[in-house]
């Protein structure tokens, strides 16, 4: 009874903290305290100080797992952004296409 008591307390615990500071308000409160470099969208600029973080993946190579979507599709942008070569993993292949098309779209120079 105790062991399940204390399961409680620690999900409870965990599923508190993960709200406060896993969700997209937790990132905007502690993004303000970020120095820069803080970069605004996934794909900007490289060239321009303002908008970039400094960051060249030119000659680096990506293997992505998920990245048809969220934070798999986002990194898989960034890293194609920045100049690395990006292989995605996907389990459905239509949308591996899809996606595919997208970041190339938004990575364009």
Do not use: W
């Not at 937790?26 to 969208?41: E, F, I, N």
């Not at 060239?47 to 898989?76: H, R, W, Y």
């Not at 292989?87 to 595919?100: F, T």
Request: glycine residues 10%; hydrophobic residues 35%.
């Amino acid at each position: 009874m105790v062991g399940l008591i204390r399961q409680g307390i620690a999900t409870t615990q965990f599923f508190l903290f993960g709200k406060k500071n896993c969700t997209q308000t937790g990132y905007l409160k502690h993004m303000q305290q970020y120095k820069d470099p803080v970069q605004s969208a996934a794909v900007v600029n490289i060239e321009s100080k303002q908008e970039s973080d400094g960051v060249d993946l030119t000659g680096k190579t990506f293997l992505i797992t998920g990245a048809n979507q969220g934070i798999g599709k986002e990194i898989a942008t960034y890293a194609a952004a920045k100049g690395g070569n990006v292989y995605i993993l996907c389990r459905n292949e239509e949308r591996a296409k899809i996606a595919q098309k997208d970041i190339q779209e938004k990575t364009k120079k």
